[in-house]
């Protein structure tokens, strides 16, 4: 990695600590991720953004600040980047996905809170991550309890603009949200000191439906068998576009696309033709959470695809571009992003459907849900799948967990024996 | 053909040779090196039954040391060991509890012992072995004894299921002169009320028997009998069925 010490220094970073996390990572980013075979060659690029994870895009952001560019720092899809881009900032997707940061986190949170929630403001308050100490505002959401709470705390640290997302889908809800990026267009016009025009907007939004077209190509290319790439690389390319230039990740995602689609028409492959096929579902993997990903692929099973926020749900459907006035702009947008199906919906049986959907066209063998541990939505809401996916002889297996290495050897148990019973 | 089944567990290693017919097993606390458990059970196995190394034909692993075992020639889980032991020893089973030593799971299998479903407890200690373990030591008991020191007429329920918790709730209990065969009464029927629910979430279908460790413990047994609604066996190996799966396999050679 190139020194970026003086950066992190100015950034007020907790060097001695930091320093304990960039000796852990490249560990183990190298025993999951560079022991695999037949990598793409498109996973370069992605590779050097880890090996330098808190150093090039960091620097990158902080020159857009130097310049007299605002950095937005979000937690959720359903907070539209579009609003940012189009007022000339720059929006990131934040979510910690680490252990090393969640003993922060507890200091101020109860010990029943999921690991992302602690994580984030454990990686905040600890100051262990430039990530978090660049935005000149956080975007919260109210998707959880959780989250809804961890917010007020962070507000002590950093201004933070919320966005109240309906939790039905009806279309006084749909028009609620359409509100609520009015307020959210305001604020960021307010922070920036730029104005939205309908002509910036749409740029916009061609400039994140570039990325998703994109993400989309690659996840089309895993529908194939023998599967050209693992889902361990597939979720690294998703997790990296939550806060890499999206013009630069449409253009490494569709390098990657193409050469994936290259592979198949040679007939290559990753697993073999047979490798079962497992779609994960459930709450959102954050880098560097490749742990359940890990552990199915070190098995000899393929991860196919994911239904999750660090998934399908983060790139399935397009905002519509005919639209040409902000009014209908916004509209649009509101339309799309409330297309997305989280569990903090209610209903919500759309996720049912997609999960039904996606094992069709992934052709996958069996399904995997997950829900990080205590994480009320999802957990609960596995019954619901699991009972669905009964009926349709969809074998299922539901895996609650979280950011630790302790259950490592229970779950690859389970995971095995679910395995066993897919290859009988 | 001479066979091998090893089932590493947390807290004790098991092993099965079966030689034309004949078998014998053992078992050894696992220590803190699964590897040399392994090893030491393949010795005693061949010692016992007069078998030279090179005679066995292959040797089969399971329970969570397998991983670390290089002498293995396939690893299997414990659940589809479990299941093919049970299979051999109870034909009519349909649904196999196993509480070992830090893992709990219910087994819904089918008519050739196939594994059709299984749950398993997440991570958490409540309703394992480990559960056991850790109140006993509080009782200042060996985890052996709780079995025959229980009195289920002066039961003490306890409310926590969370090992911690329990653990100061129990002491609480032996602190305001509650009688210790009660306390451990109540921690039976915490255990048993624990995987039921596992039990039921899956479904329960008769027969049912359960196995691992635990299960030698009568006071466990009766417990789920009474959250359960159902008789339920216990094979008088308990400890074995892994082991026995695991040598019934590579005998199959599958």
Redesign the interface.
């Known amino acids: 990695m190139a020194d970026y010490k003086q950066m992190w220094t100015d950034l007020g970073m907790d060097l001695e600590k930091h320093d304990v996390l960039c000796e852990v990572l490249p560990e183990a980013f190298g025993g999951i991720y560079l022991t695999q075979q037949d990598r793409p060659k498109g996973m370069d690029f992605y590779d050097f953004v880890v090996s330098e994870i808190h150093g090039v895009r960091p620097a990158e952001m902080l020159q857009h600040q130097k310049e007299g560019g605002k950095v937005f720092g979000t937690f959720c899809v359903y907070v539209p980047d579009e609003v940012v881009f189009a007022a000339g900032g720059i929006a990131a997707g934040l979510c910690g996905g680490s252990q090393f940061w969640v003993s922060g986190g507890e200091k101020v949170l109860p010990a029943n809170t999921c690991s992302l929630i602690k994580a984030s403001v454990g990686a905040r308050l600890d100051k262990t991550c430039p990530f978090f100490l660049i935005p000149d505002m956080y975007v919260g959401e109210n998707t959880c309890d959780g989250k809804k709470k961890a917010w007020e705390i962070l507000a002590g640290e950093v201004p933070i603009h919320i966005i109240d997302i309906p939790q039905m889908k009806r279309e006084r809800d749909i028009a609620a949200y359409e509100a609520e990026i009015r307020d959210f267009i305001a604020t960021v016009e307010k922070v920036t000191g730029n104005k939205i025009t309908a002509e910036s907007l749409g740029a916009a939004i061609k400039l994140i439906n570039n990325k998703r077209r994109a993400l989309q190509r690659v996840y089309n290319a895993r529908k194939a068998s023998p599967v050209p790439i693992s889902g361990l690389d597939a979720l690294l390319v998703t997790q990296i576009n939550f806060y890499d230039d999206p013009a630069r990740a449409a253009q490494m995602a569709n390098n990657l696309a193409e050469e994936l689609e290259q592979r198949i028409e040679n007939g290559l492959g990753v697993f073999p033709d047979k490798a079962v096929r497992i779609m994960v579902s459930g709450t959102p993997m954050a880098i560097p959470n490749w742990k359940l990903h890990h552990i199915i692929e070190s098995l000899g099973a393929a991860v196919v695809v994911e239904e999750s926020c660090t998934g399908t749900r983060y790139f399935e459907n397009l905002v519509d571009e005919s639209a040409s006035t902000l009014e209908e702009q916004i509209r649009a947008l509101a339309e799309r992003y409330m297309k997305t199906n989280c569990a903090c919906f209610t209903p919500n049986s759309a996720r049912v459907e997609d999960i039904i959907r996606l094992a069709d066209e992934y052709k996958v063998d069996g399904i995997i849900d997950t829900n990080l ?1 205590f994480c009320n939505l999802y957990s609960t809401e596995s019954h619901l799948v699991k009972q669905s996916m009964n009926e349709r002889n969809l074998p299922f297996m539901h ?4 950011y ?1 290495e ?2 490592f ?2 779950l ?3 995971v ?2 679910f395995l ?2 897919l290859r ?1 | 053909m001479i066979v091998i089944g090893i089932d590493i567990g947390s807290v004790a290693a098991k092993g099965y040779i079966i030689s034309s017919g004949k078998h014998h097993r053992t078992i050894i606390p696992t220590g803190w090196s699964p590897r040399e458990a392994g090893q030491a059970i393949i010795d005693q196995l061949l010692d016992v039954s007069r078998i030279e190394r090179d005679q066995v034909e292959r040797i089969y692993v399971t329970g969570y040391g397998r991983v670390a075992f290089e002498q293995a020639d396939k690893t299997i889980t414990e659940i589809k060991c479990h299941a093919r032991g049970i299979a051999e020893l109870y034909p009519e089973v349909r649904t196999i509890i196993d509480i070992g030593g830090q893992d709990s799971k219910v087994i819904r299998i089918g008519e050739r012992g196939q594994v059709l479903d299984f749950a398993m407890n997440d991570k958490c200690a409540a309703g394992t072995g480990r559960f056991l373990q850790v109140m006993a030591t509080a009782l200042g008991l060996d985890v052996s004894e709780l079995g025959d020191a229980e009195q289920p007429g002066q039961m003490q329920t306890i409310s926590s299921m969370c090992t911690v918790f329990a653990e100061s709730e129990i002491i609480g209990s032996l602190a305001r002169g509650n009688p210790i065969g009660g306390i451990i009464a109540g921690l039976h029927q915490s255990v048993g009320k624990r995987v039921a629910a596992m039990a039921r979430r899956m479904g329960i279908r008769e027969q049912v028997a359960f196995t691992g460790g635990v299960a030698i413990n009568q006071g466990v047994k009766r417990a789920l009998e009474a959250e359960l609604g159902t008789r339920i066996i216990v094979p008088e190996a308990c400890q074995y069925t892994g082991a026995l799966g695991a040598a019934l396999l590579a005998l199959e050679n599958s």
């Open positions: 541990q895996i609650e967990t979280d630790s302790q259950d050897e229970q690859r148990t389970r095995e024996a066993e019973i009988k």
